[in-house]
């Protein structure tokens, strides 16, 4: 198996539904705006766009299995699976805002090998292969130099729909915005994690995520020379529904600080 010729269809792949996604962002109204549950939307836009990558990855590697957020395709493989987000940020995307994003990951014996990260507001690629670096569109990334937690920024997610730690997170981002240069919130995980592995942000934490928020753009943010974790400062962050992304630099002071103030 050729990772990068598979990961040069793949951004082919993410280019092509960006167009469809674009095209498609005007013509959303309430009407056809399908709730999951509290706070979490979906529309047939995403659906549509899910069933196109599926179909697609398909032709591109016939043996893997998919974990998709839309259930269009969820038939786990022995080797190889497909983690896919067709449109991460649908809650900016219903209001006309960006950042959204494509989240495609492909994991190899339950390892993350291929990871593309498509933000459509601004038409940025980033993507990665296992220790084949980070990128975007066509330039090497690295994640910040930032040394100090105290000069960094700082972004993270608001839970939606999962309050169970919010007493938890409300104290984590009162010591934030006390103690950095600030704290973004920009609706978009796999974005956020983007952000890291080119530098923009210094440190991401969020709860309540899934595989397909993450797998794509963790794997982006170590291959940019990031750390990434869970909020235990363990490596259950692809489907342990909680992760930590930080330059290499602040990663220690970062995740002790989320550790103490999430599990103590």
Known sequence: MN????LNRVIELTNEVAIYLKTEQSKITSEIIETKGKNDFVTYVDKTSEKIIVEKLKQIL?????????????????????????????TNFI??????????????????VLGVVYEIGANECFYA???????????????????KLSNSIISTGFPYNNFSRLEKFLKSLKYFVENTHGVRRFGSAATDLA????????????????????????LIVTEAGGNVCDFSKNNNYVF?????????????????KINDIFNK
């Open 240 to 256: 342990g529904k909680e992760i930590i992304a930080t330059n290499s630099n602040v990663f220690d002071e970062f995740s002790t």
């Open 195 to 218: 952000y890291i592995a080119c530098g923009r942000f210094d440190a991401y934490y969020e709860y309540g995520l899934n595989s397909w928020d993450v797998a794509a753009g963790a």
């Open 62 to 90: 016939p043996q893997a299995g998919f974990i998709t957020e839309e259930n269009t395709e969820n038939i786990i493989a022995n080797e190889y699976n497909w983690i896919i987000d067709p449109l991460d940020g649908t």
């Open 3 to 6: 990772l990068q010729v598979i």
């Open 129 to 147: 292969t296992k220790n084949g670096g980070a990128f975007l569109n066509g330039n090497a990334i690295n994640v910040s130099e930032n040394s």
């Open 95 to 112: 209001h006309g805002l960006k950042p959204y994003a494509i989240s495609i990951a492909l994991q190899k014996n339950n390892e993350t």
